[in-house]
């Protein structure tokens, strides 16, 4: 028997968590906030503050190929998400921005929910996840080993079976992309077998020959194909390839997107991009700044350093960073007040602060703006832990 994730992530679900995607105290009691987000991150408003981050990435994933027009039929229930939901304007702004009846609009946005829903579909956390069947079973004997991973180069191994297929039903893909910086953080032989698995598919769905592009998208890398397909394809059941494709895809924190209109299919796999996301410390100790360095050493990430608050708010600003860890107890200006100055200051309004102190201080921290607070000592895995759930690596 096949169980079903805690929660459902519907199409209804999903509009209600973006009609209070700014509402904290909503957030923490959602329904989607348990299928979404790991359960053992080390404080609440850090766990709604990574829903939140789930959600807008989703959004920014849908975005199409630079080359499709903004106000084109396949870009507008991406804007439409984005200007709704994201920028905050109103459904009569967006349709004077997109110059579309009302009718139109809803209809876009309809079309927009769902396909943010099936992105989230795929974005379920480890822990809500049931162990399900076979290729679970089998999944989990291979393993996962997750390394940085040039798309192009993957086409280019896969195409000769692609080829060998292509001659039986005398099709052909389109030339495969030239080497270039579609860099992804993926499980090499699990993309493989997505990849052989999705074109083939294309391939004996289609009327003729199948176009292939390389994109990189918002928060991913992605490969599609496109294809006029043969005769529609059942909406209530996805084919059995595809959903093989998706489930080595999520497995390694991957997506599948499906769409187009009839006769034209896109197929799109997406794989999360490789990236050293930069963290800055914070901490008039050296010794603590060289220790947590070691700790977060080989991990994925690019580390900043900074002994006092002046040169943390400069670093924070000119390296973007994804995370800043915070000491408190400093001797020139304290923590609280580095903590506010970031909270202040527009370019770091947003970016998650963990204090990180022996004075235990977390209703403090949360109410100064904080995403959690690590009370020292910090070992190894507290500290990977707590910086992992706060970026959502």
Request: glycine fraction near 6%.
């Amino acid at each position: 028997m096949v169980n079903q994730p805690i929660v459902a992530i519907t199409e209804d679900t999903v509009r209600d968590l973006l009609a209070h995607l700014y509402d904290n105290a909503y957030l923490r009691q959602h329904p989607l906030l348990d299928a979404l987000v790991r359960r053992h991150m080390p404080d609440p408003l850090a766990r709604t503050q990574h829903l939140r981050n789930v959600v807008i990435e989703a959004i920014n994933s849908l975005r199409p190929p630079s080359a499709v027009p903004a106000r084109s039929r396949e870009w507008r229930p991406y804007g439409i998400l984005v200007y709704r939901y994201l920028d905050g304007m109103t459904d009569e702004q967006i349709r004077r921005q997109l110059a579309i009846s009302e009718r139109q609009f809803y209809r876009d946005i309809k079309a927009g929910v769902a396909l943010l829903t099936a992105v989230l579909q795929a974005h379920v956390a480890p822990e809500a996840e049931e162990e399900q069947d076979v290729l679970t079973s089998t999944l989990e004997g291979v393993g996962l080993r997750l390394e940085r991973l040039d798309l192009s180069q993957l086409w280019h191994q896969v195409a000769p079976l692609i080829d060998s297929l292509c001659r039986e039903l005398g099709k052909r893909v389109s030339s495969g992309p030239e080497p270039g910086q579609f860099i992804a953080i993926a499980d090499a032989a699990l993309s493989r077998q997505a990849l052989i698995t999705a074109a083939s598919h294309a391939l004996r769905h289609s009327q003729g020959d199948v176009e292939l592009e390389l994109v990189t998208a918002a928060q991913t890398e992605a490969l599609f194909l496109r294809y006029k397909e043969t005769a529609p394809q059942a909406k209530e059941a996805e084919p059995e390839a595809l959903a093989l494709a998706r489930r080595l895809l999520v497995q390694q924190g991957g997506f599948l997107q499906i769409g187009g209109d009839q006769p034209t299919r896109l197929i799109g796999l997406h794989w999360r991009r490789f990236e050293e996301p930069p963290i800055l410390l914070v901490d008039d100790s050296l010794g603590m700044l060289r220790l947590f360095t070691r700790y977060l050493a080989g991990h994925g990430y690019r580390v900043v350093t900074a002994t006092d608050g002046e040169e943390a708010v400069r670093l924070a600003r000119a390296h973007e960073v994804r995370l800043v860890v915070l000491d408190v107890m400093m001797r020139d200006t304290d923590g609280w007040t580095v903590l506010q100055r970031l909270k202040a200051e527009p370019r770091t309004h947003d970016t998650p602060v963990l204090v990180c102190s022996v004075i235990d201080e977390p209703l403090l921290a949360r109410t100064l703006g904080a995403a959690g607070l690590l009370k020292k000592p910090v070992s190894r895995e507290q500290l990977l832990d707590a910086v992992a759930a706060v970026i959502g690596i």
